[in-house]
């Protein structure tokens, strides 16, 4: 291993170790004879300023972390008179060269090598510090051990942006590894790296990285918009391994592990042998119909897009298709099949279409759903809306609704009518027998009741399909959610009150049914408290980003400084939240089948101290 002690006296220059498009990088030598790394601009890059200034941004960022997995940074010194950014001297070949050379790779070697990178990681954030371009070229491998140790933190910069040049807000990256929120600056944080963890473990397995395209722009747009290909591998790859490869590639930032730590600590559970897979971060129910994105459980807006969507519970009102048309009108074919495919594609709302509904074009009105809540009902009415088909709610059944009650007497009418003309036409003989008489009555009723069955119902509430109900505090937050979504402009933060929302769903069942509403310490009020913070954390930082937008990217007056120290606060602090919840699900996960009332208690302390640090910096 490389002794990373700091050099002592004179530093002389000796033969180049290597050479980038700005900088080469030579051996350095101090006074005891150790050995260091010394990267030196090139001669056509001495007097370019920016190039100065990345040198020295990079020198200042390196160097802030001290970490096994990380190349150690020293500062600048002086070597035969010139000046050099000093860094320990890895011996071995980086990721890329030892991948393209190696023997077929197992699991264990994979997960270590992945969980010395997301050590290194880990070490970079903790220190405020975003790599942005981490890839295998980027990570050396020291040693016999091949201990990983990211290096090169050239286009690297502060999490704070209060504390960076307009040139930090620039895209950059090696887009074979840029997530998709790379081409958004503001919306890049240790997430972003954490992208780029997944697109090396997935060339370590399968042997290239996960999307390819003829041009950068084309790779960038299959990273936003391409579904990630079939993740295989030269050996049996575990279905742990396997979820958590997936969860680094998701496309939103939302549905990755927030913090580098979670990271590591799932791949020491693997490397244990632990067997179970990480803990899925969402309580999804169905697409958005708008933007296809899905959504969370229980919420009547698509938190992606912003759109209203129809949330169905269970209470005493009954939904009706009205028209367009007339009462006893047919309703329109093309109508029909555009409700069916709603229906087929709204799997949140519950509702399944009757075959009698799929095969015949039923007569106005006739019952869409029975036994929903009045709100659920309103809001049935506003989607059916957008599909062009009108709709009414009554109170009750469907027979409280005065046009299904005259389309009830047509139906009775004509049913009676049929009836008649048969018993007319019946012959002396046997119209003279009671039986026969009793015969066709029952039959005229038997009639009339299956036709107004047929009426009744063409779409039903699946049995219990209705949306979950939470816990009263949960659901209180929850509508406060609903209301404070509309009013966030930028996609980013909606996606992260998303990774909240989506987690504190899927924690309440997760936690079991310890906590009931008059727990004052219970989970429900906890989470509850998460999601009040989270709103007005994503609302507070959608408000400073439409204000930094009006003053632009290089505006660099105190009050700008200002927006940005605040904005870095806020994003911190949820951020830190997320991961808190992140490891709470997985502790729940661990201990699922064990006493864990302790362990509950410290996930329950920690997560209120992150709510706890939101409502501080919401209080300033």
């Not at 895209?171 to 503001?186: F, I, Q, R, W």
Request: glycine residues 8%; aromatic residues 4%.
């Amino acid at each position: 291993m490389t002794d990373s002690a700091e050099p002592r006296g004179a530093l002389t220059l000796g033969a180049a170790l290597g050479a980038g498009a700005v900088a080469q990088v030579v051996l350095v030598t101090d006074e005891d004879g150790r050995e260091f790394a010394g990267k030196i601009l090139h001669a056509s890059h001495a007097g370019d300023p920016s190039a100065h200034a990345r040198f020295s941004q990079e020198a200042a960022l390196a160097q802030s972390i001290v970490h096994p997995n990380v190349v150690r940074t020293y500062g600048w010194r002086e070597a035969d008179g010139r000046p050099i950014l000093l860094m320990e001297r890895v011996r071995g070949p980086d990721l890329a060269s030892w991948l393209s050379q190696a023997p077929e790779l197992d699991q264990a070697t994979v997960v270590g090598l992945l969980l010395g990178i997301a050590a290194g990681l880990g070490a970079a954030h903790a220190a405020g510090v975003v790599h942005r371009d981490l890839k295998p070229s980027n990570v050396m491998l020291d040693g016999p051990e091949l201990v990983p140790k990211i290096a090169d933190f050239g286009m690297a910069r502060a999490n704070s942006l209060s504390g960076v040049d307009a040139d930090a807000l620039t895209v950059v990256g090696t887009p074979d590894y840029m997530a998709p929120e790379s081409l958004d600056p503001l919306a890049v944080d240790g997430r972003t790296d954490l992208y780029a963890l997944g697109c090396i473990a997935f060339e370590m397995l399968v042997g290239t990285p996960p999307f390819h395209a003829a041009t950068p722009f084309g790779i960038l747009q299959a990273h936003r918009d391409f579904p990630l290909p079939e993740l295989s591998a030269p050996f049996p790859l575990s279905e742990p391994l396997r979820t958590l490869v997936v969860a680094l590639l998701a496309k939103s930032p939302a549905d990755r592990p927030a913090a580098a730590e979670t990271v590591c600590a799932r791949l020491q559970q693997l490397q244990a042998g632990e067997t179970t897979a990480l803990v899925a971060p969402t309580a999804t129910r169905g697409l958005c119909n708008e933007c296809r994105a899905p959504l969370l459980d229980g919420l009547a807006v698509c938190l992606s897009c912003g759109t209203s969507v129809a949330v169905v519970h269970n209470g005493d009102h009954t939904v009706l298709v009205t028209g367009p048309g007339e009462v006893g009108d047919k309703l329109d074919s093309a109508i029909r099949d555009r409700l069916l495919t709603w229906l087929g594609e709204s799997p949140q709302l519950g509702l399944a279409a009757s075959d009698d509904l799929k095969k015949r074009i039923p007569r106005l009105p006739f019952v869409l759903a029975s036994g929903v809540s009045e709100p659920s009902a309103q809001a049935l009415i506003a989607a059916l809306q957008t599909q062009g088909v009108q709709a009414d709610a009554v109170l009750g059944g469907a027979m409280k609704s005065p046009d299904f009650r005259s389309k009830a007497r047509s139906i009775a009418g004509r049913t009676t009518a049929v009836v008649g003309a048969s018993v007319v036409s019946m012959t002396g003989t046997l119209m003279q027998h009671a039986w026969f008489l009793g015969l066709v009555l029952i039959g005229g009723l038997a009639a009339i009741a299956w036709t107004m069955r047929r009426a009744m119902s063409h779409a039903s509430v699946r049995a219990g399909s209705a949306a979950r109900a939470f816990p009263a505090p949960m659901q209180a937050a929850l509508g406060r959610v609903e209301t404070a979504v509309v009013g966030i402009e930028h996609a980013r933060h909606r996606d992260a009150l998303r990774a909240v929302v989506g987690r504190t769903l899927a924690l309440a069942p997760a936690m079991g049914e310890t906590a009931d509403d008059t727990d004052a310490d219970g989970i429900g009020v906890e989470l509850a408290a998460a999601l009040d913070a989270a709103t007005a954390a994503t609302g507070r930082l959608d408000a400073l980003d439409r204000k930094l937008t009006d003053r632009g990217a290089t505006d660099s007056s105190d009050e700008t400084r200002a927006l940005l120290h605040e904005r870095d606060t806020w994003s911190t602090s949820l951020l830190r939240l997320i991961a808190t919840l992140d490891g709470f699900a997985e502790r729940a996960a661990t201990a699922r089948n064990q006493q864990r009332n302790a362990q509950d208690d410290d996930a329950l302390a920690e997560l209120r101290a992150q709510v706890e640090a939101l409502e501080e910096v919401q209080g300033r």
